[in-house]
């Protein structure tokens, strides 16, 4: 199984940045799927998760910023991103999971995909 996920950058304040994560070697469709991320000095934290049914969960600090979304037939999952902040800067990681509590909980998921850095400064 592969999480490979792209679209990483630098953007000002306010701009917008749009994530993807392509995956192979697994049943995309039946999997849950989450976006993660870690700043320097802080511990992994959940960003947005979404359902092999499609319910979508977000963390506070992003609601109505960013959106989570997958498209099953190219097995990939987006992560839109817009009015970042300076403190949404941080490698963001995608993962998968059969379970969706446990996306949901992201401490034991089956994958991860390796990061990919997001810097928002001016």
């Known amino acids: 199984v592969q999480l490979q996920a792209s679209g990483g950058g630098l953007v000002q304040p306010g701009g917008s940045l749009s994530l993807s994560c392509a995956a192979s070697g697994l049943t995309f469709g039946s999997y849950n799927m989450g976006w993660y991320r870690q700043a320097p000095g802080k511990q992994r934290e959940l960003v947005a998760a979404?359902?092999?049914?499609?319910?979508?969960a977000y963390t506070d600090s992003v609601k109505g910023r960013f959106t989570i979304y997958r498209d099953n037939p190219k097995n990939t999952v987006h992560l839109q991103m817009n009015s970042l902040k300076p403190e949404d800067t941080a490698v963001y990681f995608c993962a998968a999971d059969a379970r969706y509590w446990e996306v949901l909980r992201g401490t034991d998921l089956n994958y991860w995909g390796q990061g990919t850095q997001v810097t928002v400064s001016s």
């Open positions: 979404i359902g092999s049914t499609g319910r979508t």
